[in-house]
T-cell receptor, first 108, second 112 residues
Framework: DAKTTQPNSMESNEEEPVHLPCNHSTISGTDYIHWYRQLPSQGPEYVIH???SNVNNRMASLAIAEDRKSSTLILHRATLRDAAVYYC?????????FGSGTKLNVKP | EPEVTQTPSHQVTQMGQEVILRCVPISNHLYFYWYRQILGQKVEFLVS????????KSEIFDDQFSVERPDGSNFTLKIRSTKLEDSAMYFC??????????FGNGTRLTVT
């Protein structure tokens, strides 16, 4: 299964943008790139996903490198409620395997 | 917004006992999953289920585990003879024909 690599932790100030990187150098042509986050004491929650083009939704933006070997989740203005573990996942049909994730700490 | 619901929220059982964790996926969803998360560790895939059969399973999902969709609404995970190392949060998830996965808030299983 294709593997993702993320920094263990990152810190951000409230109201500032956050860029969460993910490397997936072994990605195959049919793998989608997904991001989920897990707030404390909750199940994972969908954030965004994409295949080749950059994507925007109400929660975040996803920037995908041209060679698809890396991607970046962008939170435009971090809030205290965005403090969570963020997982970058490669999905191919029915397979969703979580990596270790990045723990995001947001400082007031 | 429809939700995946899991019961109970916390289950305590003795080693060697059978336990059944229950999930009610979102009603029109077709694909069902179980994941587990040992305290402080990452979310681990156990099994996926589609069209009344297992479509993928991980190495963790051995003969001690089974899944069932006994009626049109419930999706269960059974652990036949629990071990101490089965203590974890167990998450159920479901999805329709397209993504995303919708997760429940989990059942915390404590094996003593």
């Amino acid at each position: 299964d294709a593997k993702t690599t993320q920094p263990n932790s990152m810190e951000s100030n409230e109201e500032e943008p956050v860029h969460l990187p993910c490397n997936h150098s072994t990605i195959s042509g049919t793998d989608y790139i997904h991001w989920y986050r897990q707030l404390p004491s909750q199940g994972p929650e969908y954030v965004i996903h994409g295949l080749t083009s950059n994507v925007n939704n109400r929660m975040a933006s996803l920037a995908i490198a041209e060679d698809r070997k890396s991607s970046t989740l962008i939170l435009h203005r971090a809030t205290l409620r965005d403090a969570a573990v963020y997982y970058c996942i490669l999905n191919n049909f029915n397979k969703f395997y979580f990596g270790s994730g990045t723990k995001l700490n947001v400082k007031p | 917004e429809p939700e995946v619901t899991q019961t109970p929220s916390h289950q305590v059982t003795q080693m060697g006992q059978e336990v059944i964790l229950r999930c009610v996926p979102i009603s029109n969803h077709l694909y069902f999953y179980w994941y587990r998360q040992i305290l402080g560790q990452k979310v681990e895939f156990l099994v996926s289920f589609y069209n009344n059969e297992i479509s993928e399973k991980s190495e963790i999902f051995d003969d001690q585990f089974s899944v069932e969709r006994p009626d049109g609404s419930n999706f269960t995970l059974k652990i036949r003879s629990t071990k101490l190392e089965d203590s974890a949060m167990y998450f159920c998830a479901s999805r329709g024909r397209s993504v995303p996965l919708h997760f429940g808030n989990g059942t915390r299983l404590t094996v003593t």
